[in-house]
């Protein structure tokens, strides 16, 4: 049983063949046992994270996945299909889907109710823009996003759920949000969660997160692991990461 905190490595659209096969090798050799850690990786690279990791406790998911469980919906990739092979979590409503492809809170709310219902682990992200920050709107978005999912999906997918706050601003920028930021918003997801009578939930921060503030960031209360983009296609801060992780 993992005792560390969650990291879950988000690939973006990067890699190649070569490149994965290093990066995984290197996890796969240098993770400990109790360490908690996952990828999430483009959908053509799925098999190669099930075949590199076999034997290891790292966990691999999708990025994303359809609302839909079959039909005319050229281009897109059932929870049933990644279940099929094993695979054990996805991403969904990361703001980039929800700004470049114009996801809305009831779709994210949909695919992550597909996602639980093929045995998954939805990991729902949530989080506010700088322009909603700057209007002092960040409890209103980021309550109203999380809302949509706790109203759609079922009891079973709620106790499924890991909820990821990523504020927009702090997304491959460097800049990570404050600790006292990071706390005033998880505090603020636990306690809307407790309320729909929820318990449990892992909470991770996403955001800039590096081997140099994953220490701190993973001392706040109500933080239960992190969400890494940049610093996860690097072997060596991705596994610095995980040792902050371990409790
Ligand atoms: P960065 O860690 O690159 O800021 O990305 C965060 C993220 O979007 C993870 O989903």
């Given amino acids: 049983m993992a005792t560390a905190k969650y990291i879950v490595g988000n690939w973006k659209l990067h890699g190649n063949a070569q490149?994965?096969?290093?990066?995984?090798?290197?996890?796969?050799?240098r993770c400990r046992p109790d360490d908690a850690l996952a990828v999430c990786v483009p959908f053509p690279y799925l098999a190669q994270a099930q075949q590199a990791l076999q034997g290891s406790t790292i966990g691999w998911g999708a990025q994303n996945v359809s609302e839909h469980a079959k039909g005319a919906f050229t281009g897109e990739v059932s929870a049933a299909m990644l279940a099929d092979f094993g695979c054990g979590c996805a991403i969904v409503g990361h703001s980039e889907r929800r700004s470049l492809y114009g996801e809305d809170?009831?779709?994210v709310a949909r695919k992550?109710?597909?996602?639980?219902?093929?045995?998954?682990?939805?990991i729902v992200c949530v989080?506010?823009?700088?322009?909603?920050?700057?209007?002092?709107?960040?409890?209103?978005?980021?309550?109203?996003?999380?809302a949509a999912v706790l109203a759609h999906v079922s009891a079973e997918t709620k106790r499924r759920l890991v909820?990821?706050?990523?504020p927009v601003w702090a997304i491959g920028s460097g800049r990570a949000a404050s600790e006292e930021d990071?706390?005033?918003?998880?505090?603020?997801?636990?306690?809307?969660l407790e309320q729909a009578g929820v318990t449990g939930t892992?909470?991770?921060?996403?955001?800039?997160?590096?081997?140099?503030?994953?220490?701190?960031?993973?001392?706040?209360a109500d933080v239960d692991g992190a969400l890494v983009g940049g610093a996860?296609?690097?072997?060596?801060?991705?596994l610095a990461i995980a040792q902050a992780a371990r409790v």
Avoid: C
């Fill in 182 to 192: 990071v706390h005033e918003v998880h505090a603020m997801l636990r306690g809307q």
């Fill in 19 to 29: 490149e994965n096969a290093a990066r995984l090798a290197a996890l796969k050799e």
């Fill in 127 to 146: 989080g506010e823009t700088l322009a909603e920050r700057e209007r002092g709107e960040t409890a209103q978005v980021v309550t109203r996003q999380l």
């Fill in 105 to 107: 809170d009831a779709t």
């Fill in 232 to 238: 996860s296609l690097d072997a060596e801060e991705f």
């Fill in 163 to 166: 909820i990821a706050y990523e």
């Fill in 112 to 122: 992550a109710q597909a996602v639980a219902e093929a045995g998954m682990t939805p």
């Fill in 202 to 220: 892992r909470l991770l921060y996403g955001g800039s997160v590096k081997a140099s503030n994953a220490g701190a960031l993973l001392n706040i």
